[in-house]
């Protein structure tokens, strides 16, 4: 019995390399016939469902470009392409292991992560900060002592949390939410006083409440995050279309056309301006493409 | 599959901290044990005192433990989760629902192991009840012709050998409640799951990370399973029940 168990799982573990070996995202494109997006569902505006369940949003429109460039690359122009839709949790293991070829979401760009996976250039830039009550009269981080701040699990911002408050000798109560809308919910009852988050998803939760005027993003920026398009690691031929593509869009101000798009006007699905200029540090890296992690800013 | 494996990232340090992430897992496996040790006193005392409850020759008294179980086991653990913790307060006085929101101490803890001790208090009081059910009538009436109150007669008679019946499905549920108590990371209680998701954002080796939690679930749930087979041993009455291993 032990014995041929052991076997079996000594096959199993000798066939899955086998199955699971590389050889080019674009071969593998031409192979099948077909590319895989990864896509999120609610990280507005950069990637989320419309009305009728289609991914939409400022980089699910790069993305469309990149894929443009590999049908014209390939000679492909029927290619199929597919929607999986990805969390926080799962879109690294799906783009290592093929089952995405492209993750169009909210990936911030680090050290850690460029062990598993490539970025293309930085195309939105998120600055950590805090949502609140206006009725609260919080201004500051400094006036957080003591009171509940939440946050959501299997995030950056736990950490950063912690950091600053180590760093400044602050000590507030973290509670946390298991996802943005949880989180966001404790901050509406009143079991938070404040949440922190990238403020693109902040703003995008804040217009989408039930009562937007009653809530405003403050405080000190945390940590500044690039925040970029996924591939796998180790692929430079799939890689090089993808920068080129994007690099293309900044150098013809198609990149500034798609932002207005959906950072400065009405998006579905209630037609809400989330009002969101760029930074100055988005600025330059549209100047200046780069896929340098957060620990460089 | 283009994976960078990396076992030794349990003794590396975190991003923003002194601690490893093995200090993390160790933590999260005593707020697992403290939510599910909680949660099991409390199922075990109110799902045997609703337990004998239903068996009651009373009919308003057994219908109180019918609706206590029905209002339990109907609804999903991770939903009364939410219940409590996000629905209960609204309901308090506001000063009160404050309190409970803002200062209570502990307040994800105390509400993760209330609910999940609710919870398997059904399910323990559902085994309690067939325990006492398939006792012999005569054990009942035996007790009462020798002169026991009714409150003696379960003391003495009925629940010290329907609890010994009733072990084996017990030790599952007993399994189950750390199993179970996952579900607490959905209301921020910093358990083994939470800082699986925690290690596995911070350090991106999650495959690493989820079988270190994946073995720390199965010792817990085994380590429970062999304590109950020892109390099975050490409690059984020769010739009670037959010997099946």
């Given at each position: 019995?032990?014995?041929?168990?052991?076997?079996?799982?000594?096959?199993?573990?000798?066939?899955?390399?086998?199955?699971?070996?590389?050889?080019?995202?674009?071969?593998?494109?031409?192979?099948?016939?077909?590319?895989?997006?990864?896509?999120?569902?609610?990280?507005?505006?950069?990637?989320?469902?419309?009305?009728?369940?289609?991914?939409?949003?400022?980089?699910?429109?790069?993305?469309?470009?990149?894929?443009?460039?590999?049908?014209?690359?390939?000679?492909?122009?029927?290619?199929?392409?597919?929607?999986?839709?990805?969390?926080?949790?799962?879109?690294?293991?799906?783009?290592?292991?093929?089952?995405?070829?492209?993750?169009?979401?909210?990936?911030?760009?680090?050290?850690?992560?460029?062990?598993?996976?490539?970025?293309?250039?930085?195309?939105?830039?998120?600055?950590?900060?805090?949502?609140?009550?206006?009725?609260?009269?919080?201004?500051?981080?400094?006036?957080?002592?003591?009171?509940?701040?939440?946050?959501?699990?299997?995030?950056?911002?736990?950490?950063?949390?912690?950091?600053?408050?180590?760093?400044?000798?602050?000590?507030?109560?973290?509670?946390?939410?298991?996802?943005?809308?949880?989180?966001?919910?404790?901050?509406?009852?009143?079991?938070?006083?404040?949440?922190?988050?990238?403020?693109?998803?902040?703003?995008?939760?804040?217009?989408?409440?039930?009562?937007?005027?009653?809530?405003?993003?403050?405080?000190?920026?945390?940590?500044?995050?690039?925040?970029?398009?996924?591939?796998?690691?180790?692929?430079?031929?799939?890689?090089?279309?993808?920068?080129?593509?994007?690099?293309?869009?900044?150098?013809?101000?198609?990149?500034?056309?798609?932002?207005?798009?959906?950072?400065?006007?009405?998006?579905?699905?209630?037609?809400?301006?989330?009002?969101?200029?760029?930074?100055?540090?988005?600025?330059?890296?549209?100047?200046?493409?780069?896929?340098?992690?957060?620990?460089?800013? | 599959?283009?994976?960078?494996?990396?076992?030794?990232?349990?003794?590396?340090?975190?991003?923003?901290?002194?601690?490893?992430?093995?200090?993390?897992?160790?933590?999260?496996?005593?707020?697992?044990?403290?939510?599910?040790?909680?949660?099991?006193?409390?199922?075990?005392?109110?799902?045997?005192?609703?337990?004998?409850?239903?068996t009651a020759p009373s009919r308003?008294?057994?219908?109180?433990?019918?609706?206590?179980?029905?209002?339990?086991?109907?609804?999903?653990?991770?939903?009364?989760?939410?219940?409590?913790?996000?629905?209960?307060?609204?309901?308090?006085?506001?000063?009160?629902?404050?309190?409970?929101?803002?200062?209570?101490?502990?307040?994800?803890?105390?509400?993760?192991?209330?609910?999940?001790?609710?919870?398997?208090?059904?399910?323990?009081?559902?085994?309690?009840?067939?325990?006492?059910?398939?006792?012999?009538?005569?054990?009942?009436?035996?007790?009462?012709?020798?002169?026991?109150?009714?409150?003696?007669?379960?003391?003495?008679?009925?629940?010290?050998?329907?609890?010994?019946?009733?072990?084996?499905?017990?030790?599952?549920?007993?399994?189950?409640?750390?199993?179970?108590?996952?579900?607490?990371?959905?209301?921020?209680?910093?358990?083994?799951?939470?800082?699986?998701?925690?290690?596995?954002?911070?350090?991106?080796?999650?495959?690493?990370?989820?079988?270190?939690?994946?073995l720390l679930y199965f010792i817990?749930?085994?380590?429970?399973?062999?304590?109950?087979?020892?109390?099975?041993?050490?409690?059984?009455?020769?010739?009670?029940?037959?010997?099946?291993?």
């Amino acid at each position: 019995m032990h014995r041929r168990l052991s076997t079996t799982l000594f096959l199993v573990l000798l066939a899955v390399p086998a199955f699971a070996q590389d050889s080019g995202t674009l071969k593998k494109i031409r192979d099948s016939g077909g590319i895989t997006l990864g896509i999120r569902e609610s990280s507005y505006p950069l990637s989320y469902l419309d009305e009728k369940q289609q991914p939409i949003g400022y980089h699910i429109d790069i993305c469309n470009r990149i894929v443009d460039a590999v049908k014209a690359k390939l000679k492909l122009p029927a290619l199929k392409v597919t929607h999986q839709a990805v969390t926080s949790q799962n879109r690294i293991p799906l783009v290592s292991n093929g089952t995405v070829d492209l993750e169009c979401g909210s990936t911030t760009n680090n050290e850690a992560r460029q062990k598993q996976v490539a970025f293309a250039p930085t195309t939105f830039v998120t600055n950590v900060r805090m949502a609140v009550k206006k009725a609260s009269g919080i201004q500051s981080l400094g006036q957080l002592g003591g009171k509940p701040v939440a946050t959501t699990t299997g995030t950056t911002s736990v950490q950063l949390m912690r950091a600053h408050e180590k760093g400044k000798g602050i000590d507030f109560k973290e509670v946390y939410g298991k996802d943005h809308a949880d989180s966001f919910l404790m901050l509406e009852t009143d079991r938070a006083v404040a949440f922190v988050m990238d403020d693109n998803l902040l703003a995008g939760l804040i217009a989408t409440s039930k009562a937007p005027n009653n809530y405003a993003i403050v405080g000190e920026v945390l940590s500044i995050e690039p925040i970029a398009i996924m591939l796998r690691r180790g692929d430079p031929e799939f890689k090089k279309l993808v920068d080129d593509t994007v690099k293309g869009l900044m150098k013809k101000g198609e990149i500034d056309k798609l932002y207005a798009r959906w950072f400065m006007s009405p998006i579905p699905p209630r037609q809400v301006n989330l009002n969101f200029p760029k930074s100055e540090l988005l600025k330059f890296l549209i100047e200046s493409p780069s896929d340098a992690p957060a620990e460089s800013y | 599959m283009n994976y960078h494996w990396n076992w030794g990232v349990f003794g590396e340090q975190v991003k923003a901290g002194e601690e490893t992430y093995l200090d993390w897992l160790i933590t999260g496996l005593g707020w697992t044990l403290a939510v599910s040790l909680a949660a099991w006193l409390l199922a075990l005392l109110i799902g045997i005192a609703v337990g004998a409850l239903r068996t009651a020759p009373s009919r308003p008294i057994a219908l109180l433990g019918t609706a206590w179980v029905e209002l339990f086991r109907n609804i999903p653990l991770l939903v009364q989760m939410f219940l409590w913790f996000f629905v209960v307060p609204e309901f308090l006085p506001p000063d009160w629902g404050l309190w409970v929101k803002q200062e209570m101490p502990a307040k994800e803890f105390a509400t993760a192991a209330l609910c999940l001790g609710f919870f398997t208090s059904a399910r323990v009081a559902e085994q309690v009840r067939a325990g006492i059910g398939s006792l012999p009538r005569g054990q009942r009436d035996a007790a009462l012709a020798l002169g026991l109150t009714l409150p003696q007669a379960y003391r003495h008679v009925i629940l010290p050998q329907a609890l010994r019946i009733v072990i084996p499905p017990l030790t599952s549920e007993f399994m189950n409640v750390f199993k179970n108590s996952s579900i607490a990371f959905a209301i921020g209680v910093m358990e083994l799951t939470f800082q699986a998701r925690q290690m596995q954002e911070d350090s991106e080796q999650g495959i690493e990370t989820y079988l270190a939690v994946t073995l720390l679930y199965f010792i817990c749930a085994f380590t429970a399973n062999r304590g109950m087979a020892w109390i099975e041993a050490r409690t059984r009455v020769p010739g009670l029940i037959a010997r099946t291993s």
